[in-house]
């Protein structure tokens, strides 16, 4: 009986203070937002001439993907941004306690925050949003958006490249007198399973037009591994291989054949780079110029299987001294020639997109 009536005046209690909290909410934003004394479309200062203090932290989200055709990044950022507005400030002992409150964005003055040149929806904030107020009046509130930035991409050591993408925030409603970001941080997540992983986020803050914009730059590596396996492999297994035609005997009928069937397959890989680049790069991936060449090469060693084809069938005759040279000797210079051509270049190639 004696524990039933503590736990009953403990309820009681705790109804009360509940009770008592919710009134003391209701008292504060009452005078917080007196229609004399508040009014969101000006930007709260005591004195004009002070300037409103931004600070923001960018963190990366969960995924992250990058439009190579378009040359657009897609990712989620999450922006935690505080400020200071001198006409939400309260004495927390006068409202029982209450040291914060939570508010809809719409109901204070907020720094307008956009992405410059961003690839559809450039402005962060929304009326939904929820802000923190706390009694010192720094007002706080935490933006999950997803960006679509354009991002100039550097594609020469492709698919071993490193990309660096940036995006601008700047505020629509305040210039460099009125709003002052005073401090950027960054935070980076391990984004796992994409085709993308983040190295860094670096942010730095400079002046436009007299408004305070900050930079923000997001450096990514590719995972190569798709491309090695299907790609990259392949092409240096059949590069290596090509002069092999050289071996076959031109009676055979399948010399000319096998050299023209290889010749078409680099056609086949430079389509396959071609629908994965952008198409209006500044620079030039060392992989595509790697297929064009060995596809030039491809071509003089089917000109050759032609022509050693084509002297083996000639009749034996005196007067020309190039037949004195038989066309097996003539295949085995040109295997040995261009095998070690072909394994120069490809390894040249690969220390240099690697390294």
């Not at 679509?148 to 660096?164: A, N, T």
């Not at 007198?177 to 860094?200: A, F, M, P, R």
């Not at 240096?236 to 397959?265: D, R, Y």
């Not at 596809?295 to 032609?306: E, M, Q, W």
């Amino acid at each position: 009986m004696y524990v039933f009536k503590v736990l009953l005046l403990l309820l009681m209690s705790f109804r009360l203070s509940e009770t008592a909290r919710y009134s003391d909410q209701l008292k504060l934003v009452s005078y917080l937002f007196n229609n004399s004394r508040y009014d969101r479309r000006f930007r709260p200062v005591i004195n004009l001439d002070s300037l409103t203090e931004l600070s923001v932290h960018v963190d990366s989200g969960n995924s992250i993907e990058i439009l190579e055709e378009s040359q657009i990044m897609k990712t989620d950022v999450w922006l935690t941004m505080k400020w200071s507005d001198a006409l939400l400030k309260w004495n927390s002992s006068n409202y029982g306690g209450l040291s914060q409150i939570r508010l809809k964005v719409s109901d204070v003055w907020y720094p307008d925050m956009a992405i410059k040149f961003a690839v559809g929806k450039s402005k962060l904030f929304s009326d939904d949003f929820n802000v923190i107020i706390t009694y010192d009046g720094t007002v706080e509130i935490v933006i999950m958006t997803d960006l679509k930035v354009r991002c100039i991409l550097d594609i020469m050591k492709f698919p071993f490249d490193e990309q660096s993408c940036v995006f601008y925030l700047s505020a629509l409603n305040a210039n460099r007198q009125e709003l002052l970001i005073t401090n950027s941080t960054v935070g980076v997540k391990d984004v796992g399973g994409g085709q993308w992983k983040i190295l860094s986020i670096k942010s730095a803050k400079f002046l436009v037009s007299n408004i305070d914009m900050l930079n923000v730059t997001i450096n990514v590596k590719r995972h190569p591994s798709f491309y090695i396996i299907y790609i990259v492999v392949p092409l240096i297994a059949t590069a290596q291989i090509n002069p092999v035609v050289f071996l076959i005997p031109p009676n055979s009928g399948e010399k000319v054949s096998t050299a023209v069937t290889i010749l078409l397959s680099y056609s086949v890989y430079l389509n396959i780079i071609s629908s994965v680049l952008p198409q209006t790069s500044d620079s030039i991936s060392i992989l595509s110029l790697y297929i064009a060449s060995v596809l030039v090469l491809s071509g003089i060693y089917t000109f050759l299987c032609v022509l050693i084809v084509r002297l083996s069938t000639i009749e034996n005759e005196k007067s020309t001294n190039i037949r004195k040279i038989p066309p097996s000797l003539i295949d085995l210079i040109c295997f040995i020639i261009f095998t070690i051509l072909i394994t120069a270049f490809t390894i040249s190639i690969l220390m240099f997109i690697c390294f």
